[in-house]
């Protein structure tokens, strides 16, 4: 165990206040901050000294930092914190509504609600004594008769909406819904006792044995055969968010007992397809999820669907489409690659499979419309269209995956084409 000097500190030290208000708020926002990192920092600031904000910046990064996904969440809280004059204003408006006229027209960076979220966490504690309300002037009465208790409202609401806590509440939802199928019939039987078919071969061994006297004549039935499940998955920067929610969902699939499905494909593709299926066998999903990040290189980037579909069809369809296997494409259908070559391979995937589940996030939006040239060319072949942005969505597709005569959206909108 390491042994350090006495550290000397003034009298009134606000510097080791703030570093560990700082740690508790990268705590708050998942990073691994404990007391003891707390105390690293606080000795490797006094060892490098205040040279420069660059300086003091790594000097903190190298203490608290040592997983890549939490590079964004760091830079964050240190800039609202540290660097930035007006990071009040900046927190409240990160956590305000998204209501054009109230807040700044400014597209959100990545982290920046969870960074609000840890630093103004306990601010409301720390309020001074607010004096008692005017009893005498206007009241506004609100009838909450018809409201939704806040699991109802977090069912329905937009996991891109939903802050750190509500997508920690909603991962745990998610990790006990469960993704039902039925067996496919198969040609292949089994000993039943209660089977419709004779089973001649185990008939006549069973009276031999018996100095060839039949007494029981044994019965069989259609062996039940569970089908694949292949889920492909964009994590391109307009779906990085929608896309972390449903791989932690297909986690809890993947390491689901008893669900029926033989075997659960996972790929993420956004300018390039990955195999992920061997990250999400880990029991621990945050180990899991994480090295899976690691192996796609291509996170919160453009999206090449047609080309990624392609690469799919070519090198892993013969591998883990059979049994009958069913696809789960959660994609915003956003592509700007050839329309005609994404048909094709679109046309490809839907005849390897079962059934092909489009799974869309864009459907969140009542005046959906497929106008995107991309939508329009996918749309024709799938088996089934749905909405997939919200902990309710998920559960209406784990409800009907197994129905073969829910197409979902589909004939709505092609009637729009």
Excluded at 20 to 39: D, E, N, Y
């Amino acid at each position: 165990m390491a042994e350090y000097a006495p550290l000397d500190l003034p009298a009134d030290p606000k510097l080791t206040a703030n570093i560990t208000h700082f740690a508790r708020a990268l705590r708050k926002a998942g990073l691994p901050a404990g007391p003891g990192r707390v105390v690293d920092a606080i000795r490797a600031v006094q060892a490098a000294g205040f040279t420069g904000k660059r300086d003091f910046y790594w000097t903190l990064h190298a203490c608290f930092v040592n997983r890549p996904e939490h590079r964004a969440v760091f830079a964050q809280i240190f800039r609202l914190y540290w660097r930035d004059p007006r990071f009040l204003e900046h927190m409240m408006a990160a956590l305000l509504p998204a209501v054009r006229g109230v807040q700044e027209d400014r597209a959100a960076k990545p982290a920046e609600k969870r960074a609000a979220e840890a630093l103004l966490d306990g601010v409301e504690r720390d309020l001074p004594d607010q004096p008692e309300p005017d009893t005498e002037g206007t009241g506004i009465e609100i009838d909450a008769s018809l409201t939704m208790s806040a699991e109802e409202r977090l069912r329905a609401l937009d996991f891109e909406q939903m802050s750190t806590d509500e997508i920690a509440q909603a991962k745990r939802m998610l990790a006990r819904l469960q993704l039902p199928v039925k067996p496919i019939p198969s040609r292949r039987a089994a000993p039943s006792l209660t089977g419709h078919r004779i089973d001649w071969r185990r008939t006549l061994r069973g009276s031999m044995r018996q100095g060839g006297e039949l007494h029981d004549i044994a019965l069989r039935r259609p062996r039940p055969r569970w089908p694949n499940l292949v889920a492909l998955c964009d994590i391109s920067g307009s779906m990085s968010q929608y896309s972390r929610v449903i791989l932690h969902f297909l986690h809890a699939v993947s390491n689901a007992r008893g669900a029926g499905w033989a075997r659960v494909h996972a790929f993420t593709f956004g300018t390039r397809l990955t195999n992920i299926t061997r990250h999400l066998a880990q029991r621990d999903v945050d180990a899991a999820l994480a090295a899976a990040g690691a192996e796609a290189q291509d996170w919160e980037g453009g999206t090449r669907i047609g080309a990624c579909l392609h690469a799919f069809n070519r090198d892993w369809s013969r591998r883990v489409m059979g049994q009958g296997a069913v696809v789960l494409l959660i994609t915003d259908g956003l592509d700007r690659d050839d329309p005609d070559m994404l048909s094709r391979e679109m046309e490809r995937l839907h005849l390897s499979a079962r059934r092909l589940i489009w799974v869309n996030p864009l459907l969140r939006w009542e005046g959906f419309a497929p106008r995107a040239r991309g939508i329009a060319a996918m749309l024709p072949h799938v088996d089934s269209f749905r909405a997939g942005h919200s902990v309710a969505t998920l559960e209406d597709l784990a409800a009907m995956i197994s129905r073969t005569d829910d197409a979902g959206e589909k004939a709505r909108l092609l009637a729009t084409l």
